[in-house]
Nanobody
Framework: QAQLVESGGGLVQPGGSLRLSCAASGSISSINAMAWYRQAPGKQRELVAR???????NYADSVKGRFAISRDNAKNTLYLQMNSLKPEDTADYYC????????????????WGQGTQVTVSS
């Protein structure tokens, strides 16, 4: 099995910055694409940013130029650098990954983290 654990959320003032981390652990053989999603109260979960194993990235229009997704493949860790934060960025942020377990290398599995809360408010 595997698990994703997010960290780095918190309360920040508008215009501030936060860096989220997501550590993948367990019997992992390889990790394909990884992504950050977010869900604001009363809204659907939405894709924020995605990064492939090769490092190709894509972003939601609402965060382009402000957020940067990156990964450390040696550490099985995903990051999200969030700058120029706005109140509308307030949400629970979730890590997502497509990965292969050592015990079943023929199956790509999708995992979610438990989420970390980000609140942007003065």
């Amino acid at each position: 099995q595997a698990q994703l654990v997010e960290s780095g959320g918190g309360l920040v003032q508008p215009g501030g910055s936060l860096r989220l981390s997501c550590a993948a652990s367990g019997s992992i053989s390889s990790i394909n694409a990884m992504a950050w999603y977010r869900q604001a109260p009363g809204k659907q979960r939405e894709l924020v940013a995605r990064i492939t194993s090769a490092g190709s990235t894509n972003y939601a229009d609402s965060v382009k130029g402000r957020f940067a997704i990156s990964r450390d493949n040696a550490k099985n860790t995903l990051y999200l650098q969030m700058n120029s934060l706005k109140p509308e960025d307030t949400a629970d942020y979730y890590c997502n990954a497509d990965l292969v377990l050592i015990e079943d290398i023929w199956t790509m599995r999708n995992y979610w983290g438990q989420g970390t809360q980000v609140t942007v408010s003065s």
